[in-house]
């Protein structure tokens, strides 16, 4: 399995870091993680083709990580004329968000005549199912209430993908990312206390209890930016966009 990040930015683009999106290349089938509304910029920079991806899945339902979804589909159906069917998975109320983030964006364009057939499917968190060959488990973290988040686990059967999508402390992330390959967790902002969000202080006290085999921090904010050099030294890798991990 392939990682790679796409989009390792806040909401706001902190450090020109672009929203979030990663990208996960198995034997079989190419699935990407969020898609937010600025993603389909640094897609295009890194070269890449949507007619690759074979399904996407969504940790929650803020612009940052699902918004680009409309401009994702409309490039499969006007740029790269797709064909093949596109899945979109995610947490409840995903369908009712995509439809009514198309109205507000590109009123009507939902009911085009599409060259290819896409579908939503919503996860119940806990809950696992099959995802292009890959099995999708979904973890509910500790963030906005109307966000319905989620963190992911992505496993092709030898190797395993966790991230912990946008949360504050939770001890759910201890089993979500429990002997991983590679952890992939927000740290949004450096000392500061931010609602529904990690900081450096108390990732940093955390990291001991994580058993993954390497921790990637990512969603890194202004007050985080600053704290990279301490957390390299902590062991930790730093996202970057288009960076990638053989697991």
């Known amino acids: 399995m392939k990682v790679t990040i796409v989009g390792s930015g806040d909401a706001f683009g902190t ?4 929203h979030t999106c990663i990208r996960l290349d198995s034997a079989d089938a190419t699935v ?6 600025g993603s389909i910029t640094a897609w295009h920079k890194l070269g890449f083709s949507s007619e690759d991806v074979d399904a996407v899945v969504i940790t929650h339902l803020h612009g940052d990580h699902f918004g680009g979804l409309p401009l994702l589909l409309l490039h499969c159906q006007f740029v790269e004329h797709r064909h093949k069917p596109l899945a979109f998975y995610g947490p409840p109320g995903l369908k009712m968000r ?5 109205d507000a964006f590109f009123p009507g364009a939902v009911n085009l005549a599409w060259s290819f057939a896409w579908s939503v499917f919503e996860i119940t968190p806990g809950e696992s199912t099959d995802v292009a060959g890959l099995k999708v488990t979904t973890f509910p973290v500790k963030h906005a209430p109307d966000s319905n988040a989620t ?10 993908f966790a991230y912990s999508g946008d949360t504050g402390w939770t001890e759910t992330l ?5 002997d991983a ?3 992939l967790i927000e740290c949004y902002s450096g000392e500061e206390v931010v609602p529904n969000h990690m ?5 940093l006290g955390k990291l001991p209890s994580f058993s ?9 904010g202004a007050t985080a930016i600053p704290k990279i050099a301490e957390m390299r030294a902590a062991g930790l890798t730093v996202a970057e966009d288009g960076s990638s991990f053989d697991l």
Do not use: I
């Open 32 to 37: 990407l993680v969020d898609f937010g509304a």
């Open 151 to 160: 963190g992911v686990r992505l496993s092709d059967g030898t190797h395993s």
């Open 15 to 18: 450090a020109g870091r672009a």
């Open 212 to 220: 993954a085999k390497r921790v990637v921090v990512t969603h890194l």
């Open 174 to 178: 201890l089993p979500l990312s429990a």
């Open 181 to 183: 390959d590679l952890f």
């Open 199 to 203: 900081n450096w202080p108390e990732l």
């Open 98 to 102: 995509l439809h009514s983030l198309f």
